[in-house]
């Protein structure tokens, strides 16, 4: 393997440790559920993107065959994460989990639980 | 003739992308495996068949593929903002919530909106109402003008899967 080659996958290795790094610290960080939903979900998808991107290449330049696992990996990923995070907010709002105060538009949450149109009229939103 | 062979292969679309996710996951083209993966790609479907529940079919394979491309680049730009915030001062942040009007209709494309939403820039869909014509988002720093995030979504987005699904 060359220099040049090694040199590349571990930037890729270093850069998706980075990412997936900084998703987790935004769990620890970030206050509220539906704030913290966006790191990882987000965060990730790069992260494990440059460290399956690192490993194709690592077993192109070592075995010279192509390695396509990595890409149903990915793949299996981006329709994975955002059906999660979708269910994930959709428990939220129905256990009124509590969130930032300086939220805007808490008035939707009511809304959105009862999967309401934002302008159904209050009598409606009982449950 | 057309009649016995839909009902052999109700799903060819399908069919096709069985066999290829089979070789994909076992990484070889050996005749082995080929063989397998057409006869998964032919019983799967079979049995699947009466489950199903029609679907908008893609209209424009060629937009689909640039989609694809634009959400991908999305999708990194999304993960450094996200990064920087994360990173960043916490009182700064400025979460909220938006209701997106949709235009679009069928269970699948609204699917694929929402999934592109919560992939890209500081976004994540929350729910959608029965009628599916609202789409609830959560804001991760929301713009002093909500509008903004909305134009963005609904010209960004949705006039692209609009146009892929042609709906």
Redesign the interface.
């Not at chain 2, 942040?93 to 209701?99: L, M, N, S, V």
């Not at chain 2, 929402?114 to 992939?119: D, G, K, N, P």
């Given at each position: 393997m060359s220099f040049i080659m090694e040199l590349v996958i571990s930037a890729l290795l270093i850069l998706g440790g980075i990412f997936v790094l900084v998703g987790s610290i935004g769990l620890l960080r970030l206050q509220d559920l539906y704030v913290r939903l966006h790191a990882p979900t987000k965060a990730t998808t790069l992260g494990l993107g440059g460290v399956l991107i690192g490993s194709m290449l690592y077993v192109f330049a070592s075995q010279g065959t192509i390695s396509i696992n990595e890409l149903l990996i990915t793949l299996f990923l981006v329709i994975t994460a955002p059906v999660t995070a979708h269910i994930l907010a959709k428990v939220a709002m129905h256990h009124r989990v509590k969130l930032l105060e300086r939220t805007k538009n808490q008035a939707l949450i009511e809304r959105a639980r009862m999967q309401q149109a934002p302008n159904a009229s209050a009598e409606d939103i009982k449950d | 003739m057309s009649t016995l062979s839909s009902r052999l292969f109700p799903m060819p679309f399908h069919s096709a992308l069985l066999l290829v996710?089979w070789l994909?996951?076992n990484?070889t083209l050996s005749l082995g495996h080929i063989i397998l993966g057409c006869v998964l790609g032919f019983l799967i479907p079979l049995l699947c068949e009466p489950l199903r529940v029609k679907q908008a079919t893609i209209k424009k394979p060629l937009k689909a593929v640039s989609y694809v491309f634009v959400v991908l680049k999305d999708?990194?730009v999304?993960?450094i903002e996200?990064?920087l915030l994360?990173?960043g001062p916490?009182h700064k942040?400025?979460?909220?919530?938006?209701?997106v009007p949709l235009d679009l209709t069928g269970t699948l494309p609204i699917t694929v909106l929402?999934?592109?939403?919560?992939?890209t820039p500081?976004t994540?869909?929350?729910?959608?109402?029965?009628?599916q014509?609202?789409l609830?988002i959560?804001v991760?720093n929301?713009p002093k003008d909500?509008q903004e995030v909305i134009d963005l979504i609904k010209q960004r987005y949705e006039a692209r899967v609009k146009e892929i699904f042609g709906c």
């Open positions: - | 996710v994909m996951l990484n999708i990194i999304a993960n996200v990064a994360v990173v916490m942040i400025q979460p909220g919530f938006i209701a929402a999934s592109t939403v919560t992939m500081g994540v869909s929350a729910d959608i109402s029965t009628d014509k609202w609830y959560h991760l929301m909500e």
